[in-house]
């Protein structure tokens, strides 16, 4: 039995999160939680750390659109070495409703 508080999915979404000096970080999300997302980083990052975030999401239709641009502002739960890249842990701070729907969907979607 789960005892997170937001069911998530398995995702394999890209994304970048933009730093404090404005560098692109590349990142590939791999389950994500109306709450918050994990994804794989080639860096560590620090705990509680606020990041800007884009994520591509694709569309719900499964279409052959191209994926949503999704920016978002999270802060680092967790960071933990795996191999070569970290396994990192975010929640979300600032998302839009409508990319809140969108996620909300996705989630729903598959855990019909």
Not at 53 to 67: G, T
Not at 90 to 107: N, P
Request: glycine fraction near 4%; charged fraction near 20%; hydrophobic fraction near 40%.
């Amino acid at each position: 039995m789960e005892l997170r508080r937001n069911p998530r999915i398995t995702v394999t979404w890209r994304g970048f999160l933009k730093t404090n000096e404005g560098h692109l970080i590349p990142v590939r999300a791999q389950n994500v939680s109306e709450s918050g997302l994990m994804m794989l980083c080639p860096q560590s990052l620090p705990v509680s750390k606020q990041f800007q975030m884009m994520l591509e999401v694709p569309c719900i239709d499964h279409s052959d659109a191209p994926p949503y641009k999704v920016p978002c502002r999270v802060s680092v739960l967790h960071s933990i070495l795996s191999g070569d890249s970290f396994r990192i842990g975010v929640e979300f701070l600032e998302l839009s409703s409508l990319h809140r729907d969108l996620i909300a969907a996705w989630v729903s979607l598959t855990n019909k």
